[in-house]
């Protein structure tokens, strides 16, 4: 008798979501070594190179031997520059115990959510979101509850949605700032208004994730942890991967109140123990050298969003707004739904994105993988004659859509 293999898998597993990011980049791939001339605009991946003197201190640190393990929440002199980083960038004060380095920022929020969540316990998550929070709010025996803002709104919570949402079994709240995938940042006075209700529970965490600090065309970025208030219910999380153009390094961090740094390095030390030791070597450079190649790379990112913006507003019944942050674009394209080339339909953004793929030879991600259905995502991580290019195929292929 034929056994389904599938069944002994947990539940947890058989029920997690794929990344749909990852997915789309996986066909994307599949359909260019068959020779298909596939554009990927799906991974949010700078297509920068690391800026040179990252890459010689990871050398050195080669050279000098760094090939042992280290410390599980990191080696003192990356969690010193992570503590010189907050508060020199932030106006956030930590101790280096109360940092924590992993296997990126993804396994940050991982450490957070494992080491909070009890079974029943509720995160409010601010919708659209980065594919993964669900999933790892699910995985660690909690419940997801998005909370969401539209294209109309900015894609921003307001205080009034955010004080509707909270309830006895709401535990934490998590969102990004700036946004993946909308690229909306979050002003002071947007997160004054946040924190004066979220001022009135003393048991509601906030994981506040910053990793695209570096990526923010407003005049400055604001932290929620600053707040007085809060700022002993505040984890925020940040990483080496957007800012530096290293995600291939897998270094994340983050600073919160000792006694939540402690449980999450516990947790660290059963699953992965600490990060590579030369790569946290390069990261402490890194973070107390110069920043001009990262500041370089925002004036890049900046003037691939104007020309974004001005090629999708030229295809008609695509809607985008202006993102202040990342380098993604989320637009709504519900004026497509229904619609038809007279071979195929598009009947959601799912479908969207499968028209592109198919007849335009574009990799972009579903809206419904970040909790909006009525939009998809769009990464501008790519040469400008790339994007151009991109947005060439996309606005034929819509025009023969009606």
Avoid at 226 to 248: C, L, P
């Amino acid at each position: 008798m034929a056994v389904d293999k599938l069944n002994y898998l947990s539940d947890k597993v058989r029920n997690m979501a794929e990344s749909a990011t990852i997915k789309m980049a996986g066909m994307a791939r599949a359909m260019k070594a068959e020779g298909k001339d596939v554009i990927s605009l799906s991974l949010g991946e700078p297509d920068f190179d690391t800026p040179d003197h990252i890459k010689q201190a990871a050398k050195q640190a080669l050279d000098d031997g760094y090939t042992k393990y280290t410390p599980v929440p990191g080696l003192i002199e990356l969690r010193q520059a992570i503590v010189d980083k907050f508060k020199r960038d932030n106006n956030l004060e930590f101790t280096t115990d109360q940092i924590v380095v992993s296997n990126g920022a993804k396994q940050c929020i991982a450490n957070i959510c494992l080491a909070l969540l009890n079974p029943g316990d509720e995160v409010i998550i601010f919708s659209p979101y980065w594919v993964s929070y669900s999933e790892i709010v699910k995985f660690a025996g909690g419940t997801p509850v998005p909370v969401h803002a539209d294209i109309s709104a900015d894609f921003k919570v307001n205080a009034g949605q955010l004080d509707a949402a909270i309830n006895p079994k709401t535990k934490a709240i998590l969102f990004s700032s700036p946004c993946n995938p909308t690229g909306s940042v979050y002003t002071h006075d947007e997160l004054t208004s946040l924190v004066e209700v979220i001022d009135k529970y003393d048991n509601l965490f906030i994981i506040s994730d910053e990793i695209y600090e570096h990526i923010n065309f407003t005049d400055a970025h604001a932290s929620i942890g600053t707040f007085d208030a809060v700022r002993e219910q505040t984890i925020t999380v940040n990483g080496m991967s957007k800012g530096f153009a290293m995600t291939g390094w897998r270094l994340g961090y983050m600073g919160a109140p000792a006694w939540i740094a402690d449980a999450c390095n516990k947790v660290q030390g059963q699953f992965t123990s600490g990060a590579s030791s030369f790569g946290q070597k390069a990261a402490a450079i890194a973070l107390s050298t110069d920043l001009k190649p990262t500041k370089e790379m925002k004036v890049a990112f900046l003037k691939r969003k104007h020309l974004v913006k001005e090629l999708l507003d030229d295809i008609p019944g695509v809607v985008a707004n202006d993102p202040k942050g990342a380098f993604y674009f989320f637009p709504d394209i519900s004026y497509f739904f229904g619609k038809s080339n007279g071979i195929l339909t598009i009947d959601d953004a799912n479908s969207f994105c499968e028209v592109l793929l198919q007849e335009a030879n574009v990799a972009v991600v579903t809206g419904s993988a970040f909790g909006d259905e009525n939009c998809f995502r769009l990464s501008y991580a790519s040469s400008e004659e790339t994007l151009k290019e991109a947005l060439k195929r996309i606005k034929n292929c819509l025009s023969k859509f009606s």
